[in-house]
């Protein structure tokens, strides 16, 4: 790399990246045609909300369900309108009960904690991981009570969380264990694809993913009785469950989580290609990591070892003790030098006004206030003390899944991050 010695942008000189990076568009003519296809059918969605042969949805679905199956390497895929949906359809379905409690990360999109509170239950956070940011096996089980019924493990950025080591304490407290896998499709841990290791897992197919439907999630199991019930809760599960037999009635309270015809075509179509988009990811990332790995200071990704990353986002952090200035000057330079798509912190679920005030349901405070909530669990600042210090000062990341970057282009990355790192005396 030509070393850059002109003066930081941010400091009157020129800018490295001048041109914005195309952004990142996984739908091609392919998905074009199949939603055309659907549309001349006429058939725009078959669900029946009644014990009927289109319960399960019309054939793009049910294709697309099929392929999944296939591609995850599991007994049962369901499709949902929205991961969101997903989530809240997989803790119905473990039978969580009203006051159970629900370990889960706070490092997360806010819908992995409130999925949760849909059902009446309680969310306790454990702490996460400093070097890979999945949840911490060890805080999971040192935040065990007799009132624990599961745990959400969220696979966050694009790797899987320590699933061994999970399923291992999840067996030992006779815990279900589902996995939120929104970020990490088309990964791999050990011998099995990524998310497909607990009691029920999935991935979204949000518009900013490496694949997507616009909206919509798929779900998968290995237990004939969760498929079931996901299906059920997916679709009216009230009106269905006399017609059907069904006899255990809890949770059976179904909503419309079905997905379209047109969406299940297009991700037909779309997970042909997770394979060669998540490899996309890796190459620009893996060029991004040789790039940086000599800046002081920088601690670029770790891969867990026997897996895969997907870099749905590239996590960076700042090792504050060897650098001059802090996170907020590097950010405010990155951004003058070009760099798009950096951002420092994420989500600190337990810090959210629902979490600190404890109102969710009403005004009087329930689940926590009412006579289900067994115990006075903490949200205060200081339970997850890595998350905590991530969020507040060391982390960075770069939304490395919303571009389609060309090797320049990562080139140009880096050396903005160079020039950045020579200038940081200056900047302070």
């Avoid at 037909?268 to 394979?275: F, G, N, R, S, T």
């Avoid at 798509?341 to 810090?351: A, E, F, I, K, R």
């Amino acid at each position: 790399m030509i070393a850059d010695s002109s003066p930081l942008a941010l400091l009157g000189g020129r800018k490295t990246i001048s041109a914005p990076f195309q952004r990142f568009n996984s739908i091609g003519q392919e998905e074009v045609d199949a939603a055309k296809a659907v549309v001349e059918t006429g058939v725009l969605s078959k669900f029946l909300g009644c014990w009927d042969p289109d319960f399960f949805g019309g054939p793009k679905v049910q294709e697309f369900e099929r392929a999944a199956e296939r591609y995850f390497g599991v007994r049962h895929a369901i499709t949902v309108n929205s991961w969101t949906s997903g989530l809240i359809a997989a803790v119905g379905a473990i039978g969580i009960e009203p006051g159970d409690e629900v370990i889960v990360s706070p490092w997360t999109m806010c819908a992995s904690a409130t999925a949760i509170l849909h059902w009446n239950a309680i969310p306790v956070f454990a702490d996460i991981e400093p070097d890979t940011f999945c949840i911490d096996a060890s805080s999971i089980e040192a935040n065990i009570t007799p009132y624990t019924k599961a745990v959400m493990v969220v696979d966050i950025f694009g790797q899987s969380a320590n699933m061994d080591a999970i399923m291992v304490i999840a067996e030992k407290h006779g815990l279900r264990v589902i996995t939120d896998s929104a970020q990490s499709p088309g990964t791999r841990y050990g011998a099995k694809v990524g998310g497909t290791l607990a009691h029920v897992g999935g991935y979204s197919l949000n518009y900013h993913k490496h694949i997507h439907t616009g909206e919509g999630g798929i779900l998968v199991t290995d237990d004939a009785a969760i498929a079931e019930r996901l299906q059920l809760i997916r679709n009216h599960a009230e009106a269905v469950v006399g017609d059907k037999g069904v006899t255990d009635l809890r949770n059976m309270v179904g909503y419309n989580f079905r997905l379209g015809e047109i969406e299940a075509a297009i991700g037909i179509e779309q997970l042909k290609k997770l394979d060669g988009f998540v490899a996309s990811r890796q190459r620009a990332a893996q060029r991004l990591t040789a790039g940086l790995s000599g800046l002081r200071g920088l601690r670029t990704p770790m891969v867990r070892p026997g897996s895969t990353h997907a870099y749905y986002h590239y996590p960076l952090v700042l090792e504050l003790n060897r650098l001059p200035v802090g996170r907020a000057r590097i950010l405010e330079a990155l951004d003058a030098e070009g760099v798009p798509g950096v951002s420092g912190g994420y989500q600190l679920l337990h810090l959210l006004p629902m979490y600190q005030q404890k109102i969710a349901y009403g005004s009087r405070g329930f689940p926590w206030t009412s006579d289900i909530c067994h115990r006075d669990v903490s949200y205060a600042k200081g339970i997850c003390p890595v998350a905590e210090q991530l969020h507040d000062s060391t982390f960075l990341g770069f939304a490395l899944c919303a571009f389609e970057l060309a090797d320049h282009e990562v080139d140009q990355i880096v050396a903005a991050f160079w020039k950045v790192w020579r200038n940081l005396e200056a900047l302070a």
